[in-house]
């Protein structure tokens, strides 16, 4: 409970303040009993500003009012009070260990999602490697033959699906069919939109968060880049284990 005293304070004020919270009490509970006080003086100077009185130490001072002699300086805990703090410490530690072994459990928890994490970024690379390598090959040895393969499933999937945009100026305008080529033996994607044409080391897709993504994930795109896969194995012959176990995008794997 707090008291606070407005203005100056007196002996008598005091006195009059701790007669009126004692009384207040009493009108809660007749059996609550009051034992110690902690009383914050605010103290001016004759100028009117505040001040405080401070020890050697340079600390504010604390005045201790010892209790009588004999007297009691809280009241003693009955038997019941005794239960109710043993069964609340009993369940304070209890919530602990519940809080210690959750925080374990959620460590461990992490722990295994960042292996796993690892493990799919690690075999993704691995699959993504395998892709880079066989289409330098391909390069090489069938150019003309992998360019014409790639566009030829742009262009059976654009005509099956019309793609269209889905947002901005554009919006429900049919999507510019991207064409591949190659420049100074490497790969290349163009669109009509893009200022630039990209420089792709493989027509699949690049590394996404421990997957072979392709570029877009739009259907039409998807299924294209399947088709790309069958493009690559009717030239190179069966794909790799790297690249057909590999993490490739989950809706190429329901494609391929």
Do not use: C
């Not at 707090?2 to 809660?28: H, N, S, W």
């Amino acid at each position: 409970m707090r008291v606070k005293i407005k203005g100056e304070i007196t002996p008598e004020r005091m006195a009059q303040a701790m007669d009126e919270a004692l009384k207040y009490v009493a009108t809660v509970d007749p059996r609550i009993q009051s034992f110690g006080a902690n009383v914050y003086l605010n103290l001016f100077n004759a100028d009117g500003e505040s001040i405080s009185i401070v020890d050697s130490r340079r600390e504010p001072v604390i005045l201790t009012i010892d209790a009588p002699s004999e007297a009691k300086v809280r009241p003693v805990l009955s038997d019941e009070a005794k239960q109710r703090r043993k069964a609340a410490r009993e369940q304070h530690q209890q919530r602990q260990l519940e809080n210690e072994e959750r925080g374990r459990q959620q460590e461990a928890e992490y722990k295994r999602k960042r292996q796993h994490e690892a493990a799919q970024a690690a075999r993704a690379q691995i699959t993504l490697d395998a892709l880079n390598d066989l289409t330098s090959q391909l390069l090489l040895s069938h150019s003309k033959a992998l360019i014409d393969g790639l566009n030829g499933a742009v262009r059976t999937t654009w005509e099956a699906h019309e793609p269209k945009e889905t947002y901005g100026p554009r919006k429900g305008e049919p999507k510019p069919m991207p064409v591949f080529s190659t420049a100074d033996g490497r790969l290349v994607l163009s669109t009509p939109v893009w200022k630039n044409p990209r420089w792709l080391r493989n027509a699949i897709g690049y590394h996404r968060e421990g997957w072979v993504a392709p570029i877009w994930t739009f259907s039409a795109w998807v299924t294209a880049v399947s088709g790309f896969l069958r493009v690559m194995e009717s030239l190179s012959g069966p794909l790799p284990d790297t690249i057909t176990n590999g993490p490739l995008w989950p809706e190429l794997l329901l494609q391929s």
